[in-house]
């Protein structure tokens, strides 16, 4: 992929930014999916407690889960993910969607 030539040259490791891109769009689908129907644009509202815990590298498949972490109120949608290599945890975020 074009975006491990420079992540970094000879040793390349997927950015954490678009681990946690991911992470958001997952979470939006999670987000869409508890809304009534019809209302459909969803929106990264913020990301805390962003921990990287292991490099991801060509090769690795990710395996993403999110879980809702509150009931939604007033559309915002509180959610933790992690994205998994090999069975463990290589990123875990709080997120938040409206």
């Known amino acids: 992929e074009w975006f491990l030539q420079g ?3 000879g040793n390349p490791v997927m950015p954490g930014v678009l681990q946690v891109e991911a992470l958001a769009q997952t979470g939006g689908i999670l987000a869409i999916n508890a809304m009534p129907e019809g209302q459909y644009d969803t929106y990264f509202l913020k990301i805390d407690n962003c921990k990287f815990k292991q490099k991801v590298v060509p090769g690795d498949t990710m395996i993403l889960k999110l879980e809702m972490t509150a009931p939604i109120r007033r559309g915002i949608c509180e959610m933790h993910g ?4 090999g069975g463990k945890v290589a990123t875990e975020a709080d997120l938040v969607a409206q």
């Open 7 to 9: 992540h970094f040259p």
């Open 82 to 85: 992690s994205v998994y290599v």
